[in-house]
């Protein structure tokens, strides 16, 4: 059953808010420009340089492709250069010629693990750079492509594998739903840039897993640790509990994240005339309204804080940029997809939230952690080296929920 979706959603579509949107967006270009290194891009600080001896990361490199190639559909000038310059890169010092795959970085001397989600974002950029006309994209999506076929999906899993060392033994004996979810995203921009809807389908076997199966069970809290056989590891980490990509317990953010994925991945297999569950859009309400009502202001502070246990207790404070520029995009997806006036509420809410508190206009781009009051801090995430997230938010309000950001943009630019 083909759903109705809100060609008009309130401020979503104001020419005032869109100039808005816009001119944060060419902000963060600004600043993000100046994480162009010899062999890829690198990690910026808080006032928008590069380290000493800064080496060109795998993870921002991808991103800032990804990023660069949907400015230059948007018409930014100079940006395709840095497009090309990040699939050069990804092509060049950050890939595996011996074995295949990506480091993490280039001038990498240790053994290194190549992990899923690393792969899924080079996927990410070789798609949306593909769409933006690099030259050298198509080659660089054949080869991500290939590797996650190869080496990463497990078609009796329905999911990726985690990780492998660099030669591609034994594989990582967890499973993870942070790599899986950006997966996720990959596959969509993979049917985008490639016509094939197979990747739908892959997407929506993860998704079934992890939120349709596990999340479901557990509130609309997503499950983010796994054994090999998908058995729930609540107390994984639970010594480490801060970790950026495996912290203890539930993340918020990510159940947030997970409400929009599933509802681009419900209008994209609707354009593609495929079915589309109708526990897709149940499962983004119940996922979003989890995330609020458990994690928006728990400690009397504004703000989603990083991390719950399972008693939904804080248990990492602070509040992330990334937590709150996917609040935003979820919002404004459910607002565009339901038409529901609580969504705009929380639309609003979560920006000016970000306007008093993230928005660095003295040094620049969003401060990435704020403390348990809401002052910039940097001991989970010092600097600012992601640009991702922020420039998604700014982009995702203006788009319909399918195809994909960069199809989408191409679109937009052919017509205009």
């Known amino acids: 059953m083909k759903h109705d979706h809100h060609p008009f959603a309130s401020e979503l579509d104001a020419p005032v808010h869109a100039t808005w949107l816009a001119n944060e967006g060419l902000r963060l270009l600004a600043f993000a420009k100046a994480a162009k290194l010899p062999e890829g891009f690198g990690d910026l600080d808080a006032v928008g340089c590069l ?82 006309g690099v030259a050298a994209a198509p080659a660089l ?26 030669t591609w033994g034994q594989p990582e004996g967890y499973r993870g739903a942070n790599s899986n979810m950006h997966a996720t995203e ?11 809807t197979s990747w739908l389908q892959r997407a929506l076997r993860i998704a079934e897993r992890i939120i349709g199966s596990h999340a479901a069970a557990h509130g609309y809290r997503v499950v983010e640790h796994f054994d090999a056989a998908w058995q729930p590891l ?3 980490n639970a010594e480490r ?36 569950p109708e526990w897709l859009l149940a499962g983004a309400r119940s996922l979003f309204a989890s995330a609020c009502e458990l994690a928006w202001a728990v400690d009397g502070e504004p703000g989603f804080v990083y991390t719950l246990d399972w008693d939904n207790r804080p248990v990492v404070r602070q509040r992330l940029h990334w937590v709150h520029a996917e609040a935003c995009a979820a919002a404004a997806a459910l607002l565009r997809r339901t038409g ?74 052919t017509k205009r």
């Open 51 to 132: 380290a000493p001896g800064a080496v060109a990361q795998t993870l921002t490199t991808a991103r800032m492709t990804h990023c660069f190639a949907l400015a230059h559909l948007q018409g930014i000038p100079g940006c395709l250069a840095l497009a090309e310059h990040g699939v050069a890169a990804l092509r060049g010092a950050l890939h595996d010629s011996t074995h295949g795959g990506w480091y993490a970085c280039a001038k990498q001397t240790a053994e290194g693990v190549k992990t899923a989600y690393l792969h899924a974002f080079v996927a990410l950029a070789a798609s949306s750079a593909t769409l933006a």
């Open 141 to 166: 999506l054949a080869d991500a492509v290939q590797v996650l076929e190869q080496r990463f999906w497990c078609e009796q899993e329905g999911a990726l594998l985690e990780s492998f060392s660099r």
């Open 186 to 196: 990959a596959f969509l921009a993979l049917a985008d840039a490639t016509g094939d």
């Open 234 to 236: 609540p107390h994984y």
């Open 241 to 276: 509990p801060a970790d950026l990509f495996r912290p203890y317990g539930t993340t918020p953010g990510h159940a947030l994240e997970w409400a929009r994925l599933l509802l681009h991945l419900e209008a994209s297999l609707q354009l593609a005339g495929l079915a589309a």
């Open 340 to 413: 529901d006036a609580q969504y705009q509420q929380w639309y609003q809410r979560v920006w000016r939230f970000i306007d008093r508190c993230f928005i660095d206009r003295a040094a620049g781009s969003w401060h990435h952690e704020l403390d348990e009051h809401n002052r910039p801090a940097g001991t989970l995430w010092p600097g600012k080296p992601d640009l991702y997230h922020a420039y998604q938010a700014v982009l995702l309000p203006q788009l319909p929920l399918a195809p994909g950001l960069a199809r989408s943009l191409s679109a937009y630019v």
